[in-house]
């Protein structure tokens, strides 16, 4: 059954009357937001699809980030991984081009989530469609927009508290994803991980610090405690379970 759906504003440039197009776009929220509900992720992602296209034709940018970045989200829920990733990293790009900074950090943590995602059913060896090469590109791509996300957000620290309290948690979590390293029957590679290792693990302890300052500073109460649990599996790792 088609859902009840509050009108809310159908793209960042539209007007108050409805055209034909934006009858279509609205037309396929409610399908969209429908199949969303029966969990039917793939007739919701494709009418989503189509409405993301109609505000390309329409030059909306801002509108088609944002569903950009939904159809990532039910990718993600339907683990879709590989389908989540295109769609992220289309949204991040508009958003880079045309300066939605909001958009971008949000789209940021995102891709950051999805390379941990993928990492652990890499590493679980269950998933034949995601290569090694995929995960590490990923790597590269979140590491490098989180910490983009963050250098955006200086002059803007107490607005976007929250935001860098999540930004610096996933940055520690990437570098700890870093610190798991397999042994190997080599001495050298194994006293070489060890190092790199070791490393990982102190950079991961150094953005959770800051964290934990910023979301003390801010009073993100839910942050803190997300920052300091962190903390305790980080210290749990590093035999210092005393801290």
Request: one cysteine or more; hydrophobic letters at 40%.
């Amino acid at each position: 059954p088609i859902p009840f759906v509050n009108l809310a504003a159908m793209g960042a440039s539209s007007g108050t009357a409805l055209t034909t197009e934006q009858e279509k776009a609205f037309a396929y929220t409610i399908l969209g937001e429908g199949y969303l509900q029966e969990k039917n992720f793939g007739s919701a992602i494709e009418n989503f699809q189509k409405k993301a296209e109609i505000y390309k034709k329409r030059q909306d940018y801002l509108a088609v980030a944002v569903f950009l970045n939904n159809i990532g989200f039910l990718n993600f829920m339907n683990q879709d991984y590989l389908a989540a990733r295109d769609a992220f990293q289309e949204s991040i790009e508009l958003c880079e081009k045309y300066d939605i900074k909001k958009g971008f950090i949000e789209n940021s943590l995102n891709v950051a989530r999805l390379y941990i995602a993928m990492a652990n059913v890499a590493h679980q060896g269950n998933r034949s469609d995601i290569t090694t090469r995929d995960v590490l590109e990923l790597r590269d791509f979140a590491g490098e927009k989180l910490t983009k996300a963050l250098q955006q957000t200086d002059e803007d620290m107490d607005l976007f508290a929250k935001s860098r309290t999540s930004l610096n948690i996933l940055l520690a979590q990437m570098s700890f994803l870093e610190a798991r390293i397999s042994p190997t029957n080599d001495m050298a590679t194994n006293v070489a991980n060890a190092f790199k290792q070791i490393d990982q693990v102190l950079i991961a302890k150094t953005y959770l610090e800051e964290a934990l300052i910023i979301s003390r500073k801010n009073n993100l109460q839910l942050e803190q405690c997300q920052s300091l649990l962190a903390i305790g599996t980080l210290l749990r790792v590093m035999n210092r379970p005393e801290t």
